[in-house]
């Protein structure tokens, strides 16, 4: 496995419950990388096993050819962000950022000016004499920020540092985190459960489930082609009907159903078998139209067959639930169609997930 930051085979317990399963993960020197999930599917654990506060019980890690599985934290060339930011309380913004300086002993002359530089990187030079509580929220992110890059470390962990932050700030601050971490050059991995997060941010989003990686990718990658359901539904493809499939050649029959007309599409690079299947797609992926539109054709897609029960505007697109039978969808148009109303939702083939229904 080739990579900067490698992590190979890691399994992590907590007494007699495996949190990491066998995780193989390279990271390249420079990248950004983010772990994306759920609370509970070992993405904190993974960051913290790779910052050297838990020990694999089986695997290896290793930092451009060096194993560090068993080194203690201060040794690994690591920094870490928390959550909670972790400040001094009772120390200032320049004692913050220089506080690990300090405890390697860094000389003063040296030490101020790397304080200095770190406050000029983040736009912090006004607010060294001010204590963290005399901060905002995203100027407390970035004294954080500033003590982990003060090191110069060899690689930066993110422990979902924005999610204390309002939605206003955290949509600059993330991009500021981006820019700078391009701008130097550094190796970073981003924990997060905030999709669109991961995806502004990230050169690369790792899925994480049940203590597994259930896919790696580009965000272009995970967003548009998810290899499960478990990734497809993640990624926001929310909406779900069970379909019978037909697959010959390089093509997939939909069979008719009840709430769905006849279909034919290209079968791509999907694995299927003829059989039963679950169908996924995002809301704003989808065409509505008034029931009976014979413009629709069996090669348009999937075409679904419902009933408004519910509409709402959140904002650009009317948002309707629409019923078919048991099922409940989430559909976005910029046509408002009223309650009651039968409709069709057409779903285009590049929008359709279809994986095996178990």
Known sequence: MDGYLIISKAHVRYGNTEVLRGIDLSVRKG?????????GCGKTTLLRTLAGFNTPTDGTISIDGRDVTRQPPDKRGMALVFQSYALWPHMSVDQNIGYGLKLRRVEATAARQRIDEMKALLGLQALGS??????????????????????????LLLDEPLSNLDARIRLTVRHEISALQRRLGITAVHVTHDREEAMVMADRIVIMNGGEIAQAGSPQEVYNRPNSDFVAAFMGAENVVEINVNVFGNSIGISEGRNNRKAVIDRGD??????????????????????????????DGLVLTGQ?????YPGGLWRHVVHLGETSLIVDSATRFEEGAAVEIT????ALYIFARN
């Open 31 to 39: 990248e950004f990388v983010a772990l994306l999930g759920s609370s």
């Open 130 to 155: 001010r204590k963290p509580s005399e901060l905002s929220g995203g100027q407390r992110q970035r004294v954080a920020l500033g003590r982990a890059l003060a090191i110069n470390p060899d690689i």
């Open 270 to 299: 999907r694995q299927l078998v003829t059989g039963k299947a679950i169908a996924r797609f995002r809301s704003e992926a989808v065409r509505m139209t008034p029931a009976g539109d014979a413009s629709v054709s069996e090669r």
């Open 308 to 312: 408004v029960s519910q509409v709402s």
């Open 347 to 350: 779903v285009p083939e590049p």
